[in-house]
């Protein structure tokens, strides 16, 4: 269950409307209540009863008479829920919020809020950047409200520049870390996924079960906690979190590569190694197909690649490092050895067949002088708890 599971969506009258379908629709998939409220100018955009239809609760449009949410909307829809979202959010109701203007149903829901609020802002890059619209924006951060967005790019008016509103998808990706602690605040962490591929010919090659779930949580978490993330991600098919930097790779070179590129200058105050990187790579690799020869079998030829989280040890510009021991047996033992050998600040320990692939993850957190399990939990859960320790490390160095 998302951490906002009673959600009132304020809609206004912006052309970026038709995407709160999609945003609905997404929502009761997690299981969430969703209440739509909406502005005189969104129903000219898309009709109330669709939002209805996809709700399945009517929708409020009014304080002036009587609905389901009883004689004062604005309260009811308050009372019954954990988040309200605006959004599209106007440059209007924007300006209007910032104000304290309670002048129709979305913008006195917003004056007599109490739970947090998130403006998903989209509109025109000049409406965006004009500077009255800056300053209420500024208002708004100030006095608590979250904002998602707004993204760059083509706009549906034919500029191109800020203004575009983010996808339901990124929106639902940041909800639930809005009123996470910033732990990681004005930090920069990198963070790598995933399997690795080494290849033996053009079509076929070597890699393992890593889906990339455990790293990708963890970038999250790392956002949700304030940082600046680099995610370096191995071949797997996940979506990027919503405000992280993706570099992909394919094989453990191409990933040392990127880890070393993104480092080089700036370094970074956390390293967090989760990608399950091939040991060994195939010399005699060739191009084309091997064919498929009677009787004789092909002879592969290994050497070692590099080991990522030691060169990021030994690199000397990132604070913290902290890798992931996927073992099959001896878990603390193997995790301690690790740590020791590799210079890191902790190791994440699990056994491999139960950790890759899934949903859930057992751990054990092992520094050199102790071991601490976590779990079963959810993947989730086990990267929130990396980057609480990850910060609590960094705040003693
Ligand atoms: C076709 C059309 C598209 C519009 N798109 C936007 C938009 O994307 N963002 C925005 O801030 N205003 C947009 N506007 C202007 C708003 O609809 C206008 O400011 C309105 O007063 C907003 O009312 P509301 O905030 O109460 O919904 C658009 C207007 C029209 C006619």
Same mark, same amino acid.
């Given at each position: 269950?998302?951490?906002?599971?009673?959600?009132?969506?304020?809609?206004?009258?912006?052309?970026?409307?038709?995407?709160?379908?999609?945003?609905?629709?997404?929502?009761?998939?997690?299981?969430?209540?969703?209440?739509?409220?909406?502005?005189?100018?969104?129903?000219?955009?898309?009709?109330?009863?669709?939002?209805?239809?996809?709700?399945?609760?009517?929708?409020?449009?009014?304080?002036?008479?009587?609905?389901?949410?009883?004689?004062?909307?604005?309260?009811?829809?308050?009372?019954?829920?954990?988040?309200?979202?605006?959004?599209?959010?106007?440059?209007?109701?924007?300006?209007?919020?910032?104000?304290?203007?309670?002048?129709?149903?979305?913008?006195?829901?917003?004056?007599?809020?109490?739970?947090?609020?998130?403006?998903?802002?989209?509109?025109?890059?000049?409406?965006?950047?004009?500077?009255?619209?800056?300053?209420?924006?500024?208002?708004?951060?100030?006095?608590?409200?979250?904002?998602?967005?707004?993204?760059?790019?083509?706009?549906?008016?034919?500029?191109?520049?800020?203004?575009?509103?983010?996808?339901?998808?990124?929106?639902?990706?940041?909800?639930?870390?809005?009123?996470?602690?910033?732990?990681?605040?004005?930090?920069?962490?990198?963070?790598?996924?995933?399997?690795?591929?080494?290849?033996?010919?053009?079509?076929?090659?070597?890699?393992?079960?890593?889906?990339?779930?455990?790293?990708?949580?963890?970038?999250?978490? +790392?956002?949700?906690?304030?940082?600046?993330?680099?995610?370096?991600?191995?071949?797997?098919?996940?979506?990027?979190?919503?405000?992280?930097?993706?570099?992909?790779?394919?094989?453990?070179?191409?990933?040392?590569?990127?880890?070393?590129?993104?480092?080089?200058?700036?370094?970074?105050?956390?390293?967090?190694?989760?990608?399950?990187?091939?040991?060994?790579?195939?010399?005699?690799?060739?191009?084309?197909?091997?064919?498929?020869?009677?009787?004789?079998?092909?002879?592969?030829?290994?050497?070692?690649?590099?080991?990522?989280?030691?060169?990021?040890?030994?690199?000397?510009?990132?604070?913290?490092?902290?890798?992931? +021991?996927?073992?099959?047996?001896?878990?603390?033992?193997? +995790?301690?050895?690790?740590?020791?050998?590799?210079? +890191?600040?902790?190791?994440?320990?699990?056994?491999?067949?139960?950790?890759?692939?899934?949903?859930?993850?057992?751990?054990?957190?092992?520094?050199?002088?102790?071991?601490?399990?976590?779990?079963?939990?959810?993947?989730?859960?086990?990267?929130?708890?990396?980057?609480?320790?990850?910060?609590?490390?960094?705040?003693?160095?």
């Amino acid at each position: 269950m998302p951490r906002f599971s009673r959600i009132t969506l304020a809609v206004t009258g912006g052309i970026a409307a038709y995407k709160c379908c999609e945003f609905v629709r997404a929502l009761k998939k997690t299981g969430s209540d969703v209440h739509v409220a909406m502005t005189e100018h969104a129903a000219a955009f898309v009709g109330p009863v669709t939002f209805e239809a996809l709700s399945g609760h009517p929708v409020a449009m009014t304080e002036w008479a009587p609905g389901p949410q009883g004689a004062m909307p604005h309260i009811g829809l308050n009372q019954s829920s954990d988040l309200l979202v605006v959004m599209p959010a106007t440059a209007n109701i924007i300006a209007k919020a910032a104000h304290g203007i309670a002048d129709d149903l979305v913008s006195t829901l917003i004056a007599a809020r109490r739970q947090p609020v998130l403006f998903v802002p989209a509109m025109n890059r000049f409406m965006w950047d004009n500077p009255a619209n800056q300053r209420n924006v500024e208002t708004l951060r100030r006095d608590g409200c979250f904002f998602a967005g707004p993204a760059s790019g083509f706009q549906a008016c034919g500029d191109v520049g800020a203004g575009r509103m983010l996808e339901p998808s990124e929106v639902l990706d940041l909800m639930d870390g809005l009123t996470v602690p910033k732990s990681l605040e004005g930090r920069r962490v990198v963070v790598t996924a995933g399997p690795t591929f080494e290849p033996i010919d053009d079509v076929r090659g070597i890699t393992n079960r890593s889906s990339g779930r455990q790293g990708f949580d963890v970038a999250r978490a +790392a956002r949700d906690a304030g940082a600046d993330v680099t995610l370096i991600a191995g071949p797997c098919p996940l979506p990027t979190p919503a405000g992280v930097k993706r570099i992909d790779a394919v094989t453990a070179a191409d990933m040392a590569a990127a880890v070393a590129g993104t480092l080089e200058g700036r370094g970074a105050d956390l390293f967090i190694g989760v990608a399950a990187v091939a040991d060994w790579r195939v010399t005699n690799a060739r191009a084309g197909k091997i064919k498929k020869t009677d009787g004789r079998l092909p002879e592969l030829q290994f050497e070692e690649n590099v080991d990522i989280l030691r060169m990021v040890g030994e690199r000397g510009d990132v604070k913290i490092t902290i890798g992931f +021991a996927a073992e099959a047996e001896n878990l603390e033992a193997y +995790a301690r050895d690790k740590c020791q050998r590799k210079g +890191a600040s902790l190791i994440v320990g699990n056994i491999a067949r139960e950790a890759l692939g899934g949903a859930e993850n057992s751990v054990l957190f092992v520094t050199p002088d102790s071991a601490e399990a976590f779990g079963p939990a959810p993947k989730r859960d086990v990267a929130d708890e990396i980057i609480r320790r990850a910060s609590q490390i960094l705040t003693k160095n």
